[in-house]
């Protein structure tokens, strides 16, 4: 086996890891922030995948379509987000969390419903840009030009991120509330405001990475469900709540499933699932979290 | 005074009576033969259809220099759009059959159409031949005896692709192959059937390696670069449907198709020709009536000759289908000696008919004609202005349909439920 199979291989399961990590990230944000386990994150994510369309449809003349499709539809999902914090998630803060999970799952169905009454049963096609539709070659090995996008906005999330909670006086305010809520209030800041804008922001990404999955093969009814369990794994193996564990773990995720497709077709899924209980049993807080949360 | 008007009247109802007698005998005398079209002239469809109805007035053209349907049956067309949805399809064909008067609908383009009217024309009893759409569906289960299917359905065009592999895989002297199949039972079984039938057709060929996504699989990208790098001589897929647009989408973006035949694909000669230029060469398509494959048929070399001269250009898979659909109705009622739709339905049974693309007969459990399937590799050809198929390989009728009992036992379990 050649050297440059092995190379297009590592990219594409780059590609998936950024897939992932767009996902996740937002899931791992505001559980670490908020301690809220959102299961509704992935459906979510479809909303963006589907609002992505109606923006698309809206502007499907233009060549430049699908360039402001994306970022109206991780607009108008993070208005959604805002909604659901505001009339739910705002009350269950206190709670158990089996409540939470109950919450957060029930949103699942109805957004589910919801999608269904709003755009029907019907797969959703967005065509992809012209520029997009042929392979780049990276050192001889082909590489779909989209992906190079999707691995670019990973990246940029990531260091957005990165930058707003590392570099700004919210991200660190964000920060400390995660440590105590009650030091944060006892500042004067209101952690009402704080934990709002955390969970949009969660949401938007969620909104983002699904306007991206758009153009990649179809839009379809149960897209969620078959992400939402690969977001979890990716959360859990880089820990909850941090964000370079989460980045770390997405790209071991893609990687692992790449290279299982390479040598062991049948038990590519198989192994991100080992991986996690490995890890659940061994450092039940993650690669990249801290013991102290748990 | 009272009893004269009332004489009038009487008088007026007689006449009147009288016309309307003679009038309605002196249509009998010619009635034209009212024949439905239901087609989508706009929407997705459209593109094939505007070749099938060139193709059917062409047809009827050619019957009515002679007189129309047995001599003296001129025949009268009625097109009604079908807009690629079957709601509007069932509303075009009660318009054909109610305000029309059509004894016969050809149609539709989709299979949804095709089986959404399939019961609308049973009702009234008219004759439904499909030539564009080709779902299984139509003919297998619901069974409708006014229904003569003249494309080869979806099932026989599937086992066409693994016949047609094998014969090409000897042509080409391919070695090795890769399957892609969604993990669940149907991409199970179909995978398995293929395999084990390549197995038995052409044992020389070896499966490399087997890829599963799982269904839902919204990222094929690491299956793609696995599949490259196996190098194998060609790839058999057996994706479901939203999973397949996700595949082929991201497979084309990564140049997949240009290194790797994967045959299944349909190509047409409408794609053939529109796609003259962007069409890589060396894909192995699969199509439903290519006209070059009998052009040694004189009905098929005449149709072509016609076609050319008429519309100036070359007949795609649905004109040879629709054309053919027309004279299949013409022998059916030249057999019957009548335009009686139940004398030419009992006519149509079983019946052995003359068409472009030769000598067919009808399979008497569900009315499919046994026509053939087309294999081949695209490539350029100095006779045409566009590629066409090379290496064809013709997988006839009656090798690829569903047995009679698999037919059977689909029907009694329809019963049961």
């Known amino acids: ?20 990590f767009l996902i996740a990230s937002g899931l791992s944000l505001i559980f670490g922030v908020m301690n809220i386990l959102n299961f509704a994150h992935a459906t979510l994510w479809l909303v963006g995948a589907y609002a992505c369309y109606t923006f698309w449809f809206l502007l499907q003349n233009h060549d ?66 012209a520029m997009l539709s042929e392979p780049v070659y990276l050192a001889g090995v082909p590489i779909d030009s989209y992906f190079i996008f999707v691995i670019a906005v990973g990246f940029a999330v990531y260091l957005a991120l ?5 570099k700004t006086r919210y991200g660190h305010i964000v920060r400390a509330a995660v440590f105590s809520r009650e030091m944060v209030s006892a500042l004067g800041i209101p952690i009402p405001i704080i934990y709002t804008g955390v969970f949009v922001l969660g949401i938007f990404i969620a909104g983002l990475a699904g306007a991206i999955q758009g153009p990649v093969g179809s839009v379809t009814l149960g897209m969620d469900m078959a992400v939402v369990i690969q977001a979890f794994c990716v959360v859990i193996i880089g820990g909850f709540g941090s964000l370079p564990g989460t980045m770390v773990s997405s790209i071991i995720v893609g990687e692992v499933y790449a290279f299982a497709i390479l040598f062991w077709p049948g038990g590519a899924l198989a192994l991100i699932f080992i991986l996690t209980a490995i890890v659940l049993i061994v450092r039940p807080w993650g690669l990249f979290g801290t013991p102290l949360r748990a | 005074m009272r009893r004269k008007s009332l004489l009038c009247i009487v008088a007026a109802l007689a006449v009147c009576l009288l016309l309307a007698s003679g009038g309605a005998g002196q249509a ?24 099938g109805v060139d193709a059917i007035k062409l047809a009827v053209d050619e019957i009515n220099a002679k007189g129309g349907f047995l001599g003296k049956h001129p025949i009268e067309v009625f097109i009604r759009d079908t807009h690629t949805k079957p709601d509007a399809a069932v509303r075009a064909t009660r318009d054909l059959i109610l305000r029309d008067k059509a004894r016969t609908v050809l149609g539709t383009y989709s299979s949804a159409c095709a089986v959404a009217i399939k019961p609308v024309c049973q009702e009234y009893k008219v004759l439904h031949i499909p030539a564009i759409s080709n779902s299984e569906g139509i003919t297998l289960t619901n069974f409708s005896p006014y ?10 065009q599937a086992k066409a692709v693994v016949l047609g592999v094998a014969a090409l895989a000897k042509k080409k002297g391919w070695k090795t192959y890769a399957t892609i199949a969604s993990d669940y039972e149907w991409g199970r079984s179909t995978q398995q059937n293929t395999v084990a039938l390549l197995k038995e057709l052409a044992p020389e060929l070896k499966l490399v390696k087997e890829f599963w996504p799982p269904l839902g699989e919204t990222q094929f990208t690491s299956y793609i670069t696995a599949i490259m790098a196996q190098k194998p001589d060609f790839v058999i897929g057996s994706i479901a449907s939203k999973d397949n647009v996700a595949w082929m989408k991201q497979a084309k973006a990564y140049g997949f198709f240009k290194k790797i ?9 409408t794609e053939l020709i529109l796609q003259a230029k962007s069409l890589d060469r060396g894909l192995v398509g699969l199509c439903r009536a290519p006209f070059f494959a009998h052009l040694d048929q004189p009905m098929m070399a005449n149709f072509v000759k016609a076609f050319k001269k008429k519309y100036n250009r070359y007949p795609s898979d649905w004109a040879v289908m629709e054309y053919d659909a027309v004279y299949a109705l013409k022998q059916g009622i030249d057999k019957a000696n009548s ?42 050809d100095p006779k045409y202005p566009f590629p066409i198929y090379h290496d064809l390989v013709e997988v006839k009728g009656p090798d690829s349909w569903r047995p009679e009992k698999e037919i059977i ?6 019963k049961k439920k």
């Open chain 2, 339 to 380: 335009i009686d739709t139940e004398k030419v339905k009992a006519a149509l049974k079983g019946a052995t008919i003359d068409t472009t693309r030769g000598k067919l007969s009808f399979r008497n459990i569900d009315n499919q004609l046994g026509c053939s399937s087309y294999l081949g590799v695209v490539a350029d």
């Open chain 2, 261 to 269: 035949p994967y045959p299944g694909s349909l190509i047409s000669v």
């Open chain 2, 28 to 51: 009998r005398a010619a009635e034209p033969y009212k024949l439905g079209v239901a087609l989508a002239i706009t929407g997705t469809g459209a593109l094939y259809c505007k070749d």
């Open chain 1, 64 to 129: 430049f379509a699908v360039w402001l499709a994306i970022p109206l539809a991780a607009l108008s999902v993070a208005l959604v987000g805002w909604v659901i914090e505001v009339v739910l998630i705002r009350r269950v803060y206190e709670r158990e969390l089996p409540e939470q999970l109950l919450l957060t799952y029930a949103l699942v169905l109805i957004l589910g419903d919801l999608i269904k009454i709003t755009w029907g049963v019907d797969d959703k096609l967005i065509t992809r840009p």
């Open chain 2, 409 to 414: 036992a689909a029907r009694a379990a329809e």
């Open chain 1, 1 to 20: 086996m050649d050297l440059s199979l092995l190379f297009a291989q590592a990219l594409s399961g780059l590609s998936r890891g950024m897939m992932l």
């Open chain 1, 162 to 166: 990165w930058w707003f909670l590392q």
């Open chain 2, 147 to 156: 229904t003569y299917q003249v494309v080869p359905n979806s099932y026989m």
